[in-house]
């Protein structure tokens, strides 16, 4: 707050240099000399110094007052004095106080349209530190309407993020997309946050493809894949979690086994079953029935004959279960293994299966 208390400040100097109505000498004194005491006040601290700023903005208020209802000249010297009193009210953390005093300065007539604009927007900071967010909305949007300003621009952004105004959020923050590079931590979440509860999931993700390579971070490529998957494009989620895992960024069984899962899911079963085949070699996943069964089931939907009866009949001699062999006989017997669908078929009907005593009257 210091910081704005000192851009209101400063801009009273730009305000006698761009001004339209000439002021007497003694109101240029007068300002002068409370100028002065402001900024020697801004270096010291204490009760002192909060007394000085007491008396400041009684003397400025009381002018402002004295001169507003007079002619042009008489108002612009009301508007400054409201500005003397805004910096002075910032520096005790009174913003919203503050804020009304450039409010009220911005009314004046004869006050040159550049000095309305820079008073816009030095309003808009204190609406948006005193909590007053519609209102700070409000003011940053008329700025915006006429100026173009980045850093404005965002503090507009998160200030419709912060009320929830997703849609109004991701059109401001359209133009600001191409400034990338240039993007903190903390701006790249609040543009992926904007756009995913603005419905826009599309262009987040275009958005994350983009920035993504070998040294973004696993959460870079986590939230890629979740958005595709979101957006409907399992493919493309399953294709990001594959250069991530390649990249070194996922190592762990539950990755791996996510990774499978969205092979299967985007239509590349014969990778999740490449995968699930690598895994259980090097016991990153456990050979257990779910993990065969997951196993067999890629294979099939890779519509690999060999493989998929292969691995079908694997989960059958590990479970023992008259129902796997039962699938492995109707496989075989589909893709014209009669030797294989006989001995599945006999095996779960020594299991207690008696529907498949019809398969094999079939095959004898």
Known sequence: MQRLAGVILFSLWASFVHASEPLPGDIIQDLNVLQQQQLADASESGDGSQEALERLITRATGQAARLQSGNRSDQWASALYSQLAAGAMARQGRQEEAAQQLANARER?????????RWLREEAGLRRAAGQREEAIVLYEQW??????????????????????????AEHL??????????????????????????????ALAWLLQGLDSQSAPEAWRQAAGLAQQAGQPGVA???????WQLGKFTQPEERLLLIQLHLAGGTPARAAEHLTEALQNEMLPQDEQTLRLLATAWYQAKHVQNALAAWENLAEYTQQARNWRQVGQLAYSWGDEALAKHAFTQALALGDAEVESWLVTLR
């Open 109 to 117: 007539s004869g006050v040159p349209v550049s000095q309305r604009a």
């Open 144 to 169: 915006l309407d006429s100026h173009v300003d980045e850093q404005v621009s965002w503090q507009l952004v998160y200030l419709l993020a912060q009320e929830e105004r997703w849609e109004r959020a």
């Open 174 to 203: 359209a133009p600001l997309l191409e400034q990338r590079d240039s993007l903190n931590e903390a701006r790249q979440s609040l543009v992926l946050a904007v756009l995913r509860n603005a419905g826009q999931n599309d262009a």
């Open 238 to 244: 399953a294709g990001v979690w594959e250069m991530a």
